[in-house]
């Protein structure tokens, strides 16, 4: 099996030179780039992973970086490092489509740790044992094996955290989740993350799925419980 390839982006050499050893001891195939326009070149190449992104760079800003990366690869797992601490940045992070964070200064195992669990929650949100590739919710198509999705026919183009959150409510068709409950199952037990985030990623997966996002009727609002997926037929 190939070693999962990272790219680092970051300008500090000291910190990038940490960063890459940690994680090619762990056994990861790892890159490093000190500007944002350079990171962002190499983390859009298909065999990209993970991209562990710096949120303050010369020439593009670590959270632009991310913005952009998220349109053109949107299955690649981002998770930023900040010296910031302050909730709005980590919120910012989060909601342009990082898929975890960590702030400095920051232990180089939990570093380890954290990329490791990202690749292993992808691995999870694939096909289940003995579970059929493609689920069927009236006209919502999702091919699990190879992440797709369609509507009626219609491709939609769901990022990695999307299809994860799309492919719980689908799997429990028509049982209600909290937002603390999606931010557990989809972004992973003990993640510090903002039940908020969740009510930003259910609204871009309607803008992706539903005829009309104002009024859902694929992913609908349980009020004061939280989300549920029902099936529709065109």
């Known amino acids: 099996m190939p070693l999962a390839r990272v790219v680092v ?11 890459q050893d940690a ?3 762990g056994g990861l195939e790892v890159e490093v780039h000190a500007d944002g ?4 070149d190499a983390a859009s190449a298909p065999e990209v992973d993970v991209v562990v992104l710096d949120a303050m760079l010369p020439g593009l800003d670590g959270f632009e970086v991310c913005r952009r990366l998220r349109d053109e690869r949107p299955d690649v797992l981002i998770l930023m490092l900040t010296a910031r601490t302050g909730e709005i940045d980590r ?3 989060l909601e342009l489509g990082a898929d975890d964070y960590v702030t400095k200064p920051f232990s180089l195992r939990e570093l ?4 490791k669990a990202l690749l292993r929650r992808r691995e ?3 096909a289940a044992p003995g ?3 493609i689920l069927e919710r009236g006209d919502l198509r999702i091919d699990v094996v ?9 491709d939609a183009h769901l990022t990695r955290r999307e299809f994860d959150l799309l492919l719980v409510l689908a799997r429990h068709e028509g049982a209600v989740f909290t937002r603390e409950e999606l931010l557990d199952r989809v972004w992973g037990a003990g993640f510090d993350g903002f039940a908020h985030t969740v009510n930003s990623h259910i609204n871009r997966l309607r803008a992706k799925i539903e005829d009309d996002p104002a009024h859902p009727r694929r992913v609908l609002t349980v009020w004061g419980r939280g989300y549920k997926l029902v099936s529709v037929n065109a």
């Open 9 to 19: 982006v970051e300008d500090d050499p000291d910190i990038a030179g940490l960063v």
């Open 23 to 25: 994680l090619s001891a």
């Open 37 to 40: 326009l350079a990171g962002l």
């Open 91 to 93: 919120v910012l992070g």
């Open 112 to 115: 380890q740790a954290r990329v």
């Open 124 to 126: 999870a949100s694939r």
């Open 131 to 133: 579970e059929t590739e």
């Open 146 to 154: 190879g992440q797709a999705v369609s509507v009626g026919g219609r």
